[in-house]
């Protein structure tokens, strides 16, 4: 077969785009390495309630910030210059968007950032006791949520209205998520279906699912929605919650990455093989397109320029058999030169690691 392109052939050879991660949480980047849950988890609600939900509690704007560079340099250095980030965070939600997006900036790589409103978190700070059935009413922290997002868009900022999942939001929080989106000219940003505790999520937003939104997971999604929909292989694989089969779905498909770092080639590669793990016709055409819709969440990552160590870079059957692709030089389409040599210019990586290092073991003391 034929090697097919992601890219004009008049690129020079061993150069792409720079590409788009459609999902990402950047304040997950510190977790590596993280103390090991109380209890081992047996299920993606065992895993939410003894890994993430903890660490989401833990976090504050000092920790978050240097998550955010963090993530964000490494997705550079992986020729990633756009990421769509969905944060979470109970105890850091004021100003939360503005340290991610200052953070990204910084490092020089475009983000739309979000809050994922949710009722899990009650009033007086724990969990909801019933994790099997939605709360009734909103919350403080949600209201909270949907302020920073309206704050953060009202101010110029590139952002959507962010909804944990429908499972752990009131009717009413779904509501005021959605019309507080179409107030501010955004989409929403959500988890869909990715467990079977979700299941019911097709049905209850629904009523309010839009073109401009994005879909996350849809694995167990009984229904079609409007909106794109952002599918993460390897996020999917960690947490055993089954294949959503993309290919088969309507909506337009986006890799991301679900918080695992932002290799978008990587990603790709885990889509083909899952796909191809599905239907054994499947070729790896199918995840470079869903890799090169990334272009339509964030259009200028189109106009940069990632210089790659592989001179087939522009080839799903090449790329997708060729292990060890990396990023050597990354130039925004103005002209900047972000990435030489594979070191990031606009910061310095190893004072990021450095601090992000040091922010670690604090989180990992509050853990």
């Not at 210059?81 to 100003?95: F, K, L, M, Q, R």
């Not at 089954?242 to 779905?249: L, N, Q, V």
């Not at 990455?257 to 191809?276: C, K, N, P, Q, S």
């Amino acid at each position: 077969m034929s090697p097919t392109p992601i890219v004009p052939l008049t690129r020079p050879p061993g150069t792409t785009p720079g590409f788009v991660c459609g999902h990402h949480h950047l304040y997950s980047s510190l977790a590596r390495g993280m103390p090991a849950p109380p209890q081992q988890p047996t299920d993606l609600l065992g895993i939410l309630q003894q890994l993430w939900w903890r660490l989401d509690s833990a976090l504050d704007l000092e920790l978050l910030r240097w998550s955010a560079m963090l993530g964000a340099m490494e997705a550079l250095q992986c020729g990633t210059t756009g990421i769509v980030d969905h944060h979470e965070g109970p105890n850091a939600i004021e100003g939360s968007l503005d340290v991610i997006a200052d953070a990204c900036e910084e490092v020089g790589v475009r983000v739309i950032c979000a809050y994922g409103v949710t009722d899990r978190w009650q009033d007086n700070g724990t969990l909801w006791p019933d994790e099997t059935t939605p709360p009734t009413s909103m919350t403080n922290a949600a209201r909270e949520g949907l302020a920073e997002c309206r704050r953060f868009i009202d101010a110029g900022g590139r952002g959507m209205v962010g909804i944990h999942a429908a499972f752990t939001c009131s009717d009413e929080t779904l509501k005021a998520a959605a019309g507080t989106a179409t107030d501010l000219g955004v989409g929403v940003h959500v988890h869909v279906a990715e467990g079977m505790i979700d299941v019911a999520a097709g049905q209850r937003l629904q009523p309010f699912a839009a073109d401009d939104w994005l879909l996350v997971h849809g694995v167990h999604l009984d229904r079609p929605l409007p909106g794109a929909l952002a599918h993460n292989p390897r996020s999917n694989m960690n947490n055993a919650v089954g294949y959503g089969r993309p290919a088969t779905r309507d909506n337009l498909v986006v890799l991301g990455t679900d918080g695992i770092g932002a290799d978008m080639l990587e990603e790709f590669r885990l889509a083909y093989v899952a796909h191809r793990a599905d239907d054994v016709t499947a070729s790896p055409d199918a995840a470079w397109q869903w890799l090169a819709n990334g272009w339509t969440l964030i259009p200028e990552a189109e106009s940069d320029t990632v210089t790659w160590n592989y001179d087939r870079v522009d080839s799903a059957w090449h790329v997708a058999f060729t292990p060890g692709i990396r990023a050597l030089h990354v130039q925004r389409s103005d002209g900047e030169v972000l990435l030489r040599d594979g070191v990031p210019t606009r910061v310095d990586p190893a004072e990021v690691l450095a601090k992000a290092a040091e922010q670690a073991r604090r989180l990992f003391s509050r853990l």
